[in-house]
């Protein structure tokens, strides 16, 4: 069974631009989490998404934003990007909500803003 | 709310000797509790998880953690490291109530394994 797939693996941005991360999960799950993971923060859940629905939402600014498609892919958009933002983006799918079971990472895109 | 404090930031221990990793939550409900590792350059992967039911909970690799609630403690241990065990460690807990749950995670522990 595959894992979890995240494209691109590496990406350079600059001030102000916006991104699209893209992630595919396991296949059959159902539920697609996003995470930030920066040094100085350690790792932060960004949301969480189950079904299409967002289930699930951390404290991160309006600019972060997300959805999820019928086939259970996900991605995540960051508009109006700032140096702050350059982390490694983990995305986890899981049979059920994340809070719940066991979740599965992906290897993560490393966002680097310039 | 909830929070989970790891204690240690980094721990090192040379190869064949026990590993410790210390991990303390808190939380206004009733827990779920997860250890996970993190290779470079890889994503998290699940050690072991505590959902309510036996408080030793033995996962992957020789690893195991003792919920104590009185402690509201949730440590990791392993009797022998192992080169290849050399990661970082996650600790992770996640409470629902009020109809929505919150998950969060230990800034985490790197562990040295000398040889």
């Known amino acids: 069974k595959a894992g979890v797939t995240q494209t691109p693996r590496y990406l350079i941005k600059t001030r102000g631009q916006q991104v699209t991360l893209s992630c595919s999960p396991i296949s059959g799950h159902r539920s697609v989490s996003w995470y930030q993971q920066t040094p100085g923060q350690g790792l932060q859940f960004l949301f969480e998404y189950f079904s299409e629905t967002q289930r699930n939402k951390g404290n991160f600014p309006g600019r972060f934003s997300g959805r999820q498609f019928s086939n259970s892919r996900s991605e995540m958009n960051v508009s109006t990007l700032e140096l702050g933002d350059s982390a490694l983006y983990l995305c986890?799918?899981?049979?059920?909500?994340?809070?719940?079971?066991?979740?599965?990472f992906g290897p993560g895109t490393r966002l680097t803003v310039t | 709310a909830q929070s989970v404090t790891q204690l240690d930031s980094h721990v090192s221990v040379s190869e064949g000797t026990p590993v410790l990793l210390r991990c303390n939550y808190s939380?206004?409900?009733?827990?779920?509790l997860f250890w996970y590792v993190q290779h470079p350059n890889k994503g998290l992967q699940l050690l072991l998880k505590y959902t309510s039911a036996a408080t030793l909970v033995k996962g992957i690799n020789g690893f195991e953690a003792e919920f104590k609630k009185s402690e509201t403690s949730f440590h990791l241990t392993k009797p022998s490291a192992h080169m290849s065990d050399a990661a970082e460690y996650f600790c992770?807990?996640?409470?629902?109530?009020?109809?929505?749950?919150?998950?969060?995670f230990g800034k985490g522990t790197k562990l040295s394994v000398i040889p």
């Open positions: 986890a799918s899981s049979l059920s909500l994340a809070g719940e079971g066991e979740q599965y």
């Open positions: 992770v807990v996640s409470a629902s109530g009020a109809g929505s749950y919150q998950l969060t």
């Open positions: 939380s206004s409900y009733s827990p779920s």
